[in-house]
């Protein structure tokens, strides 16, 4: 089993979207894939459920999925380590580990994509981060970012703090914004690639709402060096 972490270089950057599409494409190419979001904050009230509406559009987007799993949901829509406290359920680490390790035994997928809160560096609880997890869970880091300006201190900053934490197995999803000059998106690319290895570019699709409905069929990435990437975890 290949563990994939989709984390990011801040919250909104795009996971979800690009959680869907690797989910989307990996089981296109009849892999067995599952999709875990752990820690979701800002659930949607179901009448008396919480649903996780980051594991609603993955799992519209890929539906050939073999199962999903959210291990705790919370009403606040803000960092796990406040919400925690706010609602009085502690994270513990070994707990969400046992549960991802637990649901992994009984549906056995290929590929288990595993999708942070925000940043690399946003707390669970008081002594631990995102890295801690990604570490723990023994997972291959993606990390989502952008094209446009202002990518490459984000890019770098995320990429050498999980390098930091003794992680190596990393590579990028980058997001094309809107509008950016040519020039720049290139050189951006260029520099993010020599930090870690590009697996695709997503699209700016206009209208794209990772709360409603599901990826567009037409959502296709370029650069994609998703079938070839020789994956180590
Ligand atoms: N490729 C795209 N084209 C257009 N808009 C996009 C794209 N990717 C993301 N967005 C916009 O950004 C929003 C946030 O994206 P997404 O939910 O994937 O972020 P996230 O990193 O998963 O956030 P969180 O930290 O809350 O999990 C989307 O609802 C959409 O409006
Ligand atoms: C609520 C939001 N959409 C995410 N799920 C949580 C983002 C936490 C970000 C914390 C931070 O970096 O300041
Ligand atoms: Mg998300």
């Known amino acids: 089993m290949i563990k994939l972490f989709i984390t990011g270089t801040g919250t909104g950057v795009g996971k979800t979207v690009a959680s869907a599409w690797l989910c989307r494409e990996l089981t296109n190419q009849d892999h067995r894939v599952a999709y875990v979001k752990p820690l979701q904050t800002g659930g949607i009230p179901f009448g008396e459920a919480l649903l996780s509406s980051d594991l609603e559009y993955v799992k519209a987007s890929a539906p050939l999925l073999i199962d999903t799993l959210c291990c705790m949901n919370f009403h606040t829509p803000a960092s796990p380590h406040l919400v925690a406290q706010e609602e009085n359920r502690p994270i513990e680490l070994s707990q969400l580990i046992d549960k991802i390790d637990h649901f992994s035994q009984e549906c056995k997928p290929d590929f288990l994509i595993i ?103 037409d959502f296709i990435a370029s650069n994609n060096n998703l079938q070839d990437f020789k994956w180590t975890t």
């Open 115 to 217: 999708e942070g809160a925000g940043g690399i560096a946003v707390p669970i609880n008081d002594t631990e981060e995102m890295v801690d997890f990604c570490k723990a869970l023994k997972a291959h880091a993606i990390v989502v970012s952008s094209t446009a300006l202002g990518t490459l201190n984000h890019s770098k900053l995320t990429i050498n703090y999980l390098k930091q934490h003794g992680l190596d197995q990393i590579s990028t999803i980058l997001m094309r914004p809107e509008q950016e000059l040519k020039l720049i998106e290139d050189d951006n690319l260029l520099r993010i690639a020599q930090m870690a290895p590009n697996l695709a570019c997503l699209p700016f699709y206009s209208g794209l709402d990772s709360e409603k409905g599901s990826l567009p069929t």
